[in-house]
């Protein structure tokens, strides 16, 4: 998906909701929400993607012992295993969602979905080719409308208005 998505837990996110919000690009929650892999409890494994999304996106070892033991995680240790990013009261949770969504959508579209890309490949293949194709989605982004009025629009001391071209 070349749109940045966030999720918001505000609960039990466990077996495949753990999933979708570890598909999800940032994650927040409220001092409420609960993590998990139980599957092994069922006799499954994980199987949209939560052995190797938890493990990318926390610790090799953390995710191992989550998902072999299907112990729940509280809030505030998915935010300092990496989890999430921010735990927030129940009350401003979505605010705070929306809150980001809209500085994310204030940007170029298109600078936005070739950093959403070239991050997305960070933890993946050859860090030389990603180098390579990160200076190549740079390199074409000086090209676009919107890198012209971005860089107008900051030599001139003013917000820049992008088209997504």
């Known amino acids: 998906m070349r749109k940045p998505s966030i999720a918001a837990v505000n609960g039990f996110a466990l077996g495949g909701g753990c999933e979708i919000a570890l598909a999800c690009d940032i994650r927040l929650c409220s001092e409420k929400a609960v993590f998990g892999q139980p599957e092994v409890k069922l006799g499954i494994m994980p199987g949209w993607g939560g052995t190797q999304r938890l493990a990318r996106t926390t610790s090799l ?11 729940n995680v509280p809030a505030e240790e998915a935010y300092r295993r990496g989890l999430v990013q921010a735990i927030h009261p129940q009350a401003e949770l979505v605010p705070k969602a929306m809150e980001m969504a809209a500085q994310i959508a204030s940007m170029s579209p298109v600078a936005i979905s070739y950093a959403k890309e070239a991050t997305n490949r960070a933890l993946h293949g050859d860090l030389g080719a990603n180098f390579v194709h990160e200076a190549d989605l740079f390199a074409i982004l000086f090209s676009t409308v919107d890198a012209k009025e971005g860089l107008n629009a900051f030599t001139e001391k003013r917000r820049a208005t992008f088209i997504g071209k």
């Open 61 to 71: 070892g953390f995710a191992k012992e989550v998902i072999l033991t299907g112990r």
